[in-house]
């Protein structure tokens, strides 16, 4: 089992980053959360699970604790893979997770590509006694404001990709816009012109 990579990036991709290790490049598929927080020509430390089937041998990294921890009880539950694990941390922050496992939210935890509503249920129950509680959160007036633009991101982010935009290109696209003030549609409006100046 391989618990962590350091190394220097070589390549982002849309889901997963290049790490260049003694000549040797690991092929690692990762969060946006982590994604967001390198870049290329960076030498980093990832921690790292080993994904093993008779078909693939596969590398999942992050660069927090948090992240790879929950990571690793996502796809604790019974029926969700690897691939589904990184699309619930690709879509909200890890304490937004948490906070949704514990508010028995399974509508918002069904946001995520891949996760239907009887997923979104199994993950919660199975959960809701490993992730904490609400007030360990220690999530501050700031922090909540935090959570919620996560959550419009989360549906702003799905909006864009439904109408064909890769996730990667969208959401660094939202990461850039102002909220304030904005209805959902004129955020999508000026994503689009974002997106389309870009290409």
Known sequence: MISFIRGEIIKKG?????????DIGYYINT???TLNKVREGER????????????????????????IELFRKLISVNGVGPKAGLSVLSTYEHNTIREIILKNDAERMSKA????????????????????????????AEEMSSLIIDSESSDLLNALTAL??????????????????????????????NINRQV
């Open 14 to 22: 849309l889901d997963y980053i290049i790490l260049d290790n003694n």
């Open 44 to 67: 980093v430390l990832l921690q790292t699970y080993m994904h093993i089937r008779e078909d693939i041998i596969a590398l999942y990294g992050f660069l927090t604790t948090d992240e």
């Open 164 to 193: 064909g935009f890769n996730s990667y290109e969208a959401k660094k696209t939202l990461d850039k816009i102002d909220f304030n003030g904005k209805t959902e549609n004129e955020i999508i409006k000026e994503a689009l012109k």
């Open 31 to 33: 969060s946006f959360s």
């Open 113 to 140: 590509p891949g996760i239907g509503k009887k997923t979104a249920s199994k993950i919660i129950l199975e959960l809701k006694d490993k992730v904490g509680s609400l007030d360990s959160l220690g999530t501050s």
